[in-house]
């Protein structure tokens, strides 16, 4: 069955409003009319499967038959990826696979080498918010993945909650190494690599520097293998 979204404020008691482009693609790619049934899931973890009342121009009315379990659940780890920004296509690859890994914050962050400046990250943002509602959808996820305001890498690790790790190409401790309870940070570095005294300011701020050894990886190859990893050994991907 399809599944659409809608922002918390547009449910009422027992009714829920699609917006325009949701409407768009309910009617005109879907082709779904009155009297069918969809699922709707609100971005904060729940969801609803509606019947279709009327379909307007610019906004879709379902009647709420029920909540319903969402199609997938959220993973028990409480994840914040955080990665240097990367140019171009590449970045928008990592928000959308961090979704379909359970990526609960995503972190975009510039360091000493990054590809992008802070002020152009800002500008992304709300094709990032797209790429990550798509992957909702998609993945079967009822809660979205919230994208934080791009952030100084200093800055980022001062606030940075849970157990903390800062992946390394150059050296530190092993993965299996890692004591981590549901809540973790993880930061992946940048094409370029990290600067030591990038290294030096994760490890003052309370950063385990981890190491995967093996082979040096991709910025973008890094951040789905690391979210993939962590959920393996700390969240539901098993
Ligand atoms: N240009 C660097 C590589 C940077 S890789 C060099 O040639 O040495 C980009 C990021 O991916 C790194 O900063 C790190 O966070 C992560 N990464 C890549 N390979 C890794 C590995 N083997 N172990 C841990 N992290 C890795």
Do not use: C
């Amino acid at each position: 069955m399809r599944r659409f979204y809608a922002p918390p404020e547009n449910f009422s008691k027992d009714k829920i409003a699609l917006s325009l482009e949701e409407t768009r693609h309910l009617r005109d790619v879907l082709r779904l009319r009155a009297g069918e049934k969809a699922r709707v899931f609100d971005g904060a973890g729940k969801e609803f499967l509606g019947e279709i009342e009327a379909i307007a121009k610019k906004a879709t009315i379902l009647k709420i038959i029920e909540e319903i379990s969402p199609s997938a659940p959220e993973s028990e780890l409480d994840l914040t990826l955080a990665v240097a920004l990367l140019k171009g296509e590449k970045y928008d690859l990592v928000l959308q696979k961090a979704v379909e890994l359970g990526v609960t914050n995503f972190a975009p962050v510039t360091t000493k080498r990054a590809d992008v400046k802070l002020k152009d990250a800002e500008k992304k943002r709300e094709r990032w918010q797209k790429i990550a509602l798509e992957a909702a959808k998609q993945s079967g996820r009822a809660r979205l993945m919230r994208i934080e305001t791009p952030r100084e890498f200093t800055e980022f690790t001062k606030s940075a909650q849970g157990t903390k790790i800062l992946f390394a190409e150059r050296g530190g401790a092993q993965f299996d190494a890692i004591v981590a309870d549901k809540k973790i940070t993880a930061i992946v570095g940048p094409e370029g690599g990290w600067e030591d005294s990038e290294i030096e300011i994760a490890g003052a701020n309370g950063f385990q520097i981890v190491t995967l050894g093996g082979r040096i990886l991709r910025a973008e190859t890094a951040a789905m293998t690391i979210a993939a990893l962590l959920q393996n050994h700390f969240g539901d991907l098993r």
